[in-house]
């Protein structure tokens, strides 16, 4: 049984229909990857899958059980978190602040200083910024505490949009990197990004949205290798 199971799911803005009866899965252990255009669907998936937007018809399981109606705040306690686009951080509090507030469903004060720790040993810029205001720190520094922030929550499954974008090439490989540590601390990843390259690159399997759809699939080793991929994606 998948970890994450998304079926025939359809979503809409009003009458615009955003997803189109999409289906996928994400095991345990895996870093996915979806792959699209502007407005393909990707971001309108992830807020579906972590409560912020509710689904017409289909369904969402996680470990089998339904969470297509669970309102946000619970999913994040049942173990899925959410790196938004954009950051999202609080701009006007201090990088501490903001990952404790990442351990928001949690009451074990031992456990949630010590995954501090181990935020600060993944993002070591944050702990020399600790007292530092949000707002003012770089745009991937930003970006590693809106990724710490959210491993807070002890999740078995991360949710990305668009880690990398506006980073300096320097700081994509770098964010990357870290993504892939996740992975090998035992945290699955799904993962939106408008680097295709480098996100096929890390991720074991990768679905291409179009409109909606789901039109591609396999593993993300064979999709990089795909000519109309290549050509659609890849700019190659």
């Known amino acids: 049984m998948a970890m994450l199971e998304i079926n025939d799911l359809n979503v809409y803005y009003g009458v615009i229909r955003a997803l189109k009866g999409i289906s996928f899965e994400v095991n345990e252990g895996e870093v996915i990857a979806l792959i699209g255009a502007n407005g393909a669907g990707k971001t309108t998936t992830l807020h579906t899958i972590t409560g912020?937007?509710?689904?017409?018809?289909g369904s969402i399981h996680l470990d089998g059980k339904d969470i297509t109606k669970t309102p946000a705040h619970k999913?994040?306690?049942?173990g899925i978190a959410h790196v938004?686009?954009?950051r999202r951080i609080f701009q006007n509090?201090?990088?501490?602040?903001n990952i404790k507030l990442g351990a928001f469903t949690r009451k074990d004060k031992d456990g949630i200083a010590e995954d501090i720790e181990?935020?600060?040993k993944l993002f070591p810029r944050l702990e020399e910024r600790k007292?530092?205001?949000?707002?003012?720190?770089s745009g991937g520094e930003q970006q590693m505490l809106a990724m710490g922030r959210a491993l807070m929550s002890k999740p078995r499954i991360v949710v990305m949009d668009e880690p990398s974008m506006g980073l300096s090439p320097i700081l994509v490989s770098e964010i990357f990197d870290i993504i892939e540590s996740i992975r090998e601390q035992g945290t699955t990843v799904l993962l939106v990004e408008q680097n295709a390259k480098k996100a096929l690159s890390i991720a074991d399997r990768a679905y291409v949205l179009e409109t909606g759809k789901i039109v591609l699939s396999g593993k993300a080793s064979?999709?990089?290798n795909d000519?109309?991929?290549?050509?659609a994606y890849l700019g190659e």
């Open 52 to 57: 912020l937007l509710s689904a017409k018809s």
């Open 75 to 78: 999913i994040v306690k049942m």
């Open 84 to 86: 938004p686009e954009g």
């Open 93 to 97: 509090l201090t990088v501490l602040d």
């Open 118 to 120: 181990k935020v600060y």
């Open 131 to 137: 007292t530092q205001i949000a707002g003012t720190l």
């Open 222 to 224: 064979d999709l990089i």
């Open 227 to 231: 000519e109309s991929v290549k050509k």
